[in-house]
């Protein structure tokens, strides 16, 4: 009790940071960012996308027994959707902060603009966050529910794609731009989301004193395996990423994403989050091990937050038309303490809602 | 209703900044936005080098990204060509700065002119500080405070929505040029009807071969430049091995 009540008070100070934080931003203004007219996403930007991915992931674990019929994955079904709750609510911090004048999202229902993805983005998370409570609300009271689980697992599709249209339409960002990323995108928000679940899973049996159950171990195991798998496939992906866009391609556009080739980020990503990962849960001996479990999914997950730092860096590191002008052909990046108090917040906030879910929620019921 | 264009002559633009200077003043456009900007670039090797000047500004594109991707409509074209922006709709996410390929839109980070908010004069009780300067002259925000253009926009932007060029469509909108076309010392700004066969812009267009920036992107930008400043010659040559 006496940890608990120690951990909980850490992420209460997280969020009132990250209040602090806000307050600073809106009043003081976003130059408290460390941006100029040339990076103009940066760290929120990249930990909102982090957190949404890794809820889409959790969306497509969750399908296993509810659109794939996978019932062995029922025991870990309620886990998986509060977890894709928690998750997706820390992207939303991290995203509100990221607006410059957020009370005016409402102009997203009163002037919509159905060409832009980014409005699609809006009207998806909006159902997805709605549906997503349905959902657990209905295997919170027992039972689960097919339709919503389908709606879910669809709703994740077009969330992670239509990202990838997003960023797909910026013609003068080719480091951005490629209808690769709407599959990319998926696949390393399956990655980071199964990532997020091992880990999860793994604490709260080791907090509980009781361990993995017995019952529970084969499927954690097997799940590790493809948590593996699918981190070999992103690592095949960035590296074909690496070699047309980075080493093949003579485009001057490209310049930024070279750049990021040899940035702490891009080296992060691949050998720490993608090839160690791998080549830990490709080892029978080291897969069913919990340290090695949590190792793996921890790497992975430091992984695919360099990455999508790594990501949108590529993107505005390269000044633009008249953007340029006055300024060397890369601008350098450092997040500021502000940059890093947001993504705390999102992470605090996170945390603690699935802290509570932990304490009073009973995650590890299985739904009927 | 006309279609707006700009054509920039590069022989006539003498690079004197004229444009960028009143287009501030016309827009109380505040530090560091730049709605009528430059791009400059040297070419060749020492001692045989060159400077280009290219005064730049919102392109107006008739396939503008910035408004395909704004998700409020805060970007909008204007039936004249103009591209508009409506800072009570702007949620400012930026998502228009990534999509414009000319760099042209700008975010507010902090609130605007903040060098005429300061109380600190230069010589205690001697010089007045910006903020009595501001006051004095009865201006909001700036002494310079234009508040003609307040009819179609804030005139001055809060922080936390992006800005941009307009064309002067308050201006336009009373049939007189853009500012930036007015101060030219040189007439090398020309603005007209795109539509209309015989506007000068037009006229000039079907005359010398124009060139607009990255057209391969399929933008259809709605400013056009044409010929260039050389009065360089060199001696007839074939090169040599």
Redesign the interface.
Known sequence: MMKLNLWIGLLLIGILIGLWATFRIYTVGFSLYAKTDVLVWTLPLSTYIFFSLTSAGLAFVSSFPVVFGIKRYEVIEKRTVYLELAVLIGSFVCLILHLGSPLKVIYILLSPNPSSPLWWLAVLYCAYFVLLLSAFWRIHTGKISKTLGVLIFLIAIFTSTTLGWLLGMTDARPSLNASFFSFYFPLTGLASGAAALILFSMVSAQLSGQGVPEEKSALYNEFARLMGIIAGMVAVLFLWRTISGGISSTAVEYSAFKHMIGSIPYNIEFWLGLVVPTILMLSPSIRTTVWGKVTASVLLLVGMFAGRLEFVLSGVIRPLGQMAEGRPEIVSYMPTVYEIFVALFGLSVMLLIYTIGERYLKLETIPE | MPRYAMVIDLQRCVGCGSCSISCRNENNVSE?I?WS????ETSGKFPNVRYHYIP?LCNHCTNA?CV???????MHKLDNGITMHDP????????C????????I??????AHPSWKSGNSVIQGVTSSPAEEVRQVGGKGIPYYNPERNETLPGIRS????EKCTFCDHRVKEDKLPRCVEACPADARIFGDLDDPKSEVNQLLGKFRPFR??EA??TEPAVFYIRDFSAAGYPRTKGGI
């Open positions: 560091g730049y900007h430059k791009i400059t730049t990204p395909r991707g704004c998700p409020t409509r805060a009570k709709k702007c949620i400012g996410c930026r998502y700065m990534i999509n414009c390929p000319y760099g042209v700008y975010f507010n980070w902090k609130d922080k936390g929505v992006v920036l990255k992107l399929g």
